[in-house]
C-alpha cells in the first residue's frame, strides 16, 4: 500500500530551524518528482518546494535561501530543511508525490502524506 508520512514538525522560536521528513513506502521515490506544500488556517494549500520532471527544483519566494529539500533514495525518504522560521510559515506541512510535475502546485501531485504542524512561535 502506497504511503507517504511526514514528521518533524514541532513549535519553534522565530529564527529556529526544523527538518520535516517524508518517509515512503509502496513506492519508490526514485521514479517520482516530491513536493512540499503548506496550509495555514484559512488559506489555500501552497507549494513550498518541488522537484519538477525536468529536473529543477522550485521554490517559493518566501522561503528562498531559507528552506532546502533533499532527498535519500536508499532510505526512500525526502526532506525539507527549513532554516530562519518565521510565524508566517507556521502552517501543516505536506508531501507529495509525480510523476510528471511541470509546476510546483497541488494539481501537479497524486499522492500525499497526512501533514505535519509547524507552528513558529515565541
Known amino acids: 500500500q502506497l504511503q507517504l508520512v511526514e514528521s518533524g514538525g514541532g513549535l519553534v522560536q522565530p529564527g529556529g530551524s526544523l527538518r520535516l521528513s517524508c518517509a515512503a513506502s509502496?513506492?519508490?521515490?526514485?521514479?517520482?518528482?516530491i513536493g512540499w506544500f503548506r496550509q495555514a488556517p484559512g488559506k489555500e494549500r501552497e507549494g513550498v518546494s518541488c522537484?519538477?520532471?525536468?529536473?529543477?527544483?522550485y521554490y517559493a519566494d518566501s522561503v528562498k535561501g531559507r528552506f532546502t529539500i533533499s532527498r535519500d533514495n536508499v532510505k526512500n525518504t525526502v526532506y525539507l530543511q527549513m532554516n530562519s522560521l518565521k510565524p508566517e510559515d507556521t502552517a501543516i506541512y505536506y508531501c507529495?508525490?509525480?510523476?510528471?510535475?511541470?509546476?510546483?502546485?497541488?494539481?501537479?501531485?497524486?499522492?500525499w502524506g497526512q501533514g505535519t504542524q509547524v507552528t513558529v512561535s515565541s
Open positions: 507529495a508525490t509525480a510523476l510528471t510535475a511541470m509546476f510546483c502546485s497541488p494539481n501537479q501531485y497524486d499522492y
Open positions: 522537484e519538477l520532471v525536468d529536473g529543477s527544483t
Open positions: 509502496g513506492l519508490t521515490l526514485d521514479y517520482y518528482q
